[in-house]
């Protein structure tokens, strides 16, 4: 399951970043401060939030019950990748660095970032290797994922089509025919520095 979903899912839109909590600075020291060292899933504070906006009532009496059933496992999917390395940024250009994800599975992933606003934006990709854009933002202590509704659709696709593949085109026609907002969260706790100026496990 995870090593299919090696390199993520979809994208969150830039509708989200002004709920997403940070300080301003110099590129070069917001970088440094905020996103540099090795982050760490809080695992207690991953949620998935949904709300039917519209639908056809039979197909109502379908997919809740679904997603009450499956919720846990909806969130175990948020609980990915477990690790986040962030590298300096280049000294040529202090908008942009290396990261790489580390899975529960020890696969690893490794791409670059691009910092535009405050906001690191990393390169995910669905199951089909499309990539997408995933905004996150931190304050030095901890970095959250906000997931769109897209990536959570998308999200909620792959799980089905891997999980029900005999009722895959039924609950997908389902899924389809309801008007949704799905929203993810995934938060991360980041090492300190100690006072030689190394990252160290809090």
Not at 31 to 46: E, F, K, L, P
Not at 50 to 73: M, R
Not at 137 to 153: E, K
């Amino acid at each position: 399951m995870y090593n299919k979903r090696l390199t993520g899912t979809m994208v969150a839109l830039a509708f989200i970043v002004p709920v997403l909590h940070g300080c301003s600075s110099n590129p070069f020291k917001f970088v440094d401060n905020a996103y540099v060292g090795t982050w760490h899933i809080d695992t207690s504070r991953v949620s998935v939030s949904i709300s039917v906006d519209a639908g056809n009532a039979a197909d109502l009496q379908i997919f809740l019950p679904f997603v009450t059933e499956n919720y846990q496992n909806l969130r175990i999917l948020l609980k990915e990748p477990h690790t986040i390395r962030v590298a300096g940024s280049t000294r040529e250009d202090p908008y942009s660095g290396s990261y790489s994800l580390v899975f529960s599975s020890g696969n690893v992933y490794t791409s670059s970032y691009k910092l535009v606003r405050n906001i690191l934006f990393l390169a995910f990709y669905d199951n089909s290797g499309t990539r997408f854009t995933i905004p996150c933002q931190a304050d030095g202590n901890t970095l959250q994922i906000v997931y769109s509704t897209p990536y959570m659709r998308a999200l909620i696709r792959d799980y089905i089509e891997d999980h029900f593949t005999d009722q895959a085109d039924y609950y997908l026609s389902v899924f389809s025919s309801i008007s949704v907002t799905i929203e993810g969260l995934s938060v991360y706790n980041t090492r300190t520095r100690d006072s030689a100026g190394q990252y160290v496990q809090p």
